[in-house]
């Protein structure tokens, strides 16, 4: 395929760089203007974007001319473009959105399960603690209960001598 920066000479074959009336090489852009969407042109590489002109003014057109129903065409597809782009944007800030909220209730539910282990361990914790302290209460109701037996016993046995 050929250099889009080049032309063929009408007198060899070869095919030569474009060389604009200032000395340098022309470049080859694409028209995205209303009148002319979508067609390639050749052109000056200076260009000043305040007075939307190029340095040395060269300038041609590297297509044929395109037709009304073209121009309609491509404009609408332009413009297709344009709002599938911004729906693209907006699905993708929308997606980021849904992961960040996605990882934040992972995190809580993490942060959930951890408070349920601590809480069970807090359970078997209490567990432990009521069982030391039924325990203490049965040893001592059991000690309290003999000395109140013996101190009965002791009692009606001094009564009866």
């Known amino acids: 395929m050929s250099d889009p920066n080049s032309y063929s000479c009408s007198r060899c074959s070869c095919e030569c760089p474009r060389v604009c009336f200032c000395g340098r090489v022309a470049v080859v852009l694409t ?45 609408q597809l332009v413009i297709e473009r344009k709002l599938l ?33 601590a809480n069970d361990k807090e359970i078997e914790g209490c567990s432990l603690v009521r069982n030391i302290v039924a325990g203490s209460f049965r040893y001592l109701f059991n000690f309290c209960t003999r000395v109140f037996v013996f101190s009965f016993c002791d009692c009606v046995v001094g009564q009866n001598s």
């Open 85 to 117: 782009k911004n729906e693209a944007e907006m699905l993708q800030k929308e997606n980021d959105m849904l992961k960040k909220e996605a990882k934040m209730m992972k995190v809580g539910i993490l942060q959930s399960e951890s408070v349920e282990v």
């Open 31 to 75: 028209s995205w203007t209303k009148d002319n969407p979508g067609r390639r042109f050749e052109a000056c590489p200076i260009y000043n974007p305040v007075t939307k002109t190029r340095g040395c003014r060269c300038f041609r057109w590297l297509d044929e001319n395109q037709t009304t129903w073209q121009k309609k065409v491509i404009n």
